[in-house]
């Protein structure tokens, strides 16, 4: 089995924080970027962090600052950070890795490769 999965999503107040983690089973993380996306009701899928394979990391402007992504290649794991959360986050979250390790978080963003997508896991901000 190849598969990406998502997890720690949740319910959570303004300001508050949330862990997600995507964990690969099938294959390795090590030599490949890893990029999270998030698709809120209603709007279109955005990029919103990456992180390459020797630890450079990208995040989107509307999220700079509140999260950060992190690798765990001993785990296979890569983490979201997110913190200081708003209503606007409100969003299914899915972490991306590309099917080949040419693959740089540009091309993630672009879906310039075939990748591999896990289940999704949803961030409800709310108070």
């Known amino acids: 089995q190849v598969q990406l999965v998502e997890s720690g999503g949740g319910l959570v107040q303004p300001d508050g924080s949330l862990r997600l983690s995507c964990r690969a089973s099938?294959?390795?993380?090590?030599?490949?970027?890893i990029a999270w996306f998030r698709q809120a009701p209603g709007k279109e899928r955005e990029g919103v962090s990456c992180v390459e394979t020797d630890g450079r990391t990208y995040h989107a402007d509307s999220v700079k600052g509140r999260f950060t992504i992190s690798r765990d290649n001993t785990k296979n794991t890569v983490f979201l950070q997110m913190n200081s959360l708003k209503p606007e986050d409100t969003a299914v979250y899915y972490c991306?890795?590309?099917?080949?390790?040419?693959?740089?978080?540009?091309?993630?963003?672009?879906?310039?490769?075939?990748?591999?997508w896990g289940q999704g896991t949803l961030v409800e901000v709310s108070s």
């Open positions: 099938g294959f390795t993380l090590d030599d490949l970027a």
């Open positions: 991306t890795a590309p099917s080949t390790p040419v693959a740089a978080c540009a091309d993630l963003f672009g879906h310039r490769y075939l990748e591999v």
